[in-house]
């Protein structure tokens, strides 16, 4: 899936990433993640992270 990431990839811009599901399905659970840290791990294999919401400072 495009613009996706996988956890433990950096963060490339600070703000809300959804969690996306193994089939490319929305779960509805959003972390918030600031640039240059790692996004966190998630419990289902093969769920990715997308960008929903950017930090605007």
Sequence with gaps: MKNTFKPGQ???RSGQYEVIGPRG???GIE???VKGK???P???LGSSYKLVD???H
């Design 31 to 33: 972390v918030t993640c």
């Design 25 to 27: 399905g929305e779960t």
């Design 38 to 40: 790692t996004l966190p």
């Design 10 to 12: 950096a963060v490339p």
């Design 42 to 44: 998630i419990l289902k």
């Design 54 to 56: 950017p930090t605007k």
